[in-house]
């Protein structure tokens, strides 16, 4: 097997556009994913003329844009529209324009973009969720105007970082690992630990997805159940769709490290790795030490 491992300039790190892209991203999942009862009856409304009744009024209760006709004789708004579109098309432009930093792996290859794009989303929501706090601790105390909407919104982007995080750290090979019997075999038995390890982690994607699609994907995700609070978002009929998705990502995952990591030298691991130096340096700076 040839190594086709691609190495991204650390130079082009940073630019403007891994920002914007990922930001733009979540700007339009969030616009579809809040309308999307809108898609449901729209493209596979319920058998139930109850259960239709009941979601065309949630719609029209959660619509940003009421006013706004649906197209081709649906629910959906040209914005919706419009948001459901651009969606993959940023996607792949997030996935091209990946640009590797120096305190990420490098040993990658073009079929983890998608991990790595996904790890840039994650930022984002993680100073989404710090500016929403920020902003309900300064209406609160500041002005003694609490929002109703900012608990449920941190929460809500909480879950999606939890879930994007553990895709990341499976990309990046930072999960955590027990290199105690790993360290000490030959390269053979640490290939066969590797596909052992891999093959624990499909067979238990397969089983929670086997066991709980049924559940998740027509009872919370069909029925788009919400969250029964004043701001009402719809958390578990995202969430748990979203757990599954990314609990199958993290199996592919896997089976890409192992493939791509078949033919690289096995990583020595010590103490030292526990160490963190610019933080000895620092302790060392502190107490006057050279």
């Not at 009862?37 to 109850?50: G, K, V, W």
């Not at 929002?147 to 499976?170: D, Q």
């Not at 038995?189 to 390890?197: I, L, W, Y």
């Not at 699609?213 to 009402?232: L, S």
Request: aromatic share 14%; charged share 15%.
């Amino acid at each position: 097997m040839t190594d086709t491992t691609e190495r991204s300039p650390i130079v082009s790190t940073g630019a403007l556009i891994e920002w914007l892209v990922p930001f733009a991203f979540l700007v339009c999942a969030g616009w579809a994913v809040w309308h999307t009862p809108a898609y449901i009856l729209s493209f596979i409304p319920p058998a139930s003329d109850s259960l239709v009744e009941q979601m065309s009024q949630l719609h029209y209760r959660k619509d940003v844009t009421p006013d706004m006709p649906g197209l081709f004789g649906g629910y959906a708004d040209i914005l919706d529209w419009l948001a459901l579109i651009l969606l993959p098309i940023i996607f792949v432009i997030g996935t091209r324009t990946i640009r590797v930093a120096p305190m990420e792996f490098q040993n990658w290859r073009p079929i983890d973009r998608t991990a790595l794009f996904v790890g840039r989303i994650t930022m984002i929501l993680i100073i989404s969720m710090t500016l929403v706090m920020l902003y309900e601790v300064f209406l609160r105390y500041a002005i003694e105007a609490p929002t109703l909407w900012a608990n449920e919104l941190t929460l809500w982007f909480a879950g999606y970082v939890f879930l994007f995080s553990g895709l990341y750290a499976m990309q990046q090979r930072c999960h955590i690992r027990i290199f105690l019997l790993y360290d000490v075999v030959p390269r053979w038995a640490q290939r066969c630990f590797d596909v052992m390890g891999a093959a624990l982690i499909v067979v238990f994607a397969g089983f929670l997805i086997f066991g709980s699609y049924k559940q998740v994907f027509i009872t919370k995700f069909y029925k788009w159940e919400m969250f029964g609070t004043a701001f009402d978002p719809p958390i578990p009929a995202t969430v748990q769709p979203m757990i599954l998705i990314i609990v199958a990502l993290i199996a592919v995952q896997a089976v890409i490290n192992v493939i791509s990591d078949w033919n690289l030298e096995p990583e020595v691991h010590t103490a030292a790795d526990d160490i963190d130096q610019e933080e000895l340096e620092i302790l060392k700076k502190s107490v006057g030490s050279d």
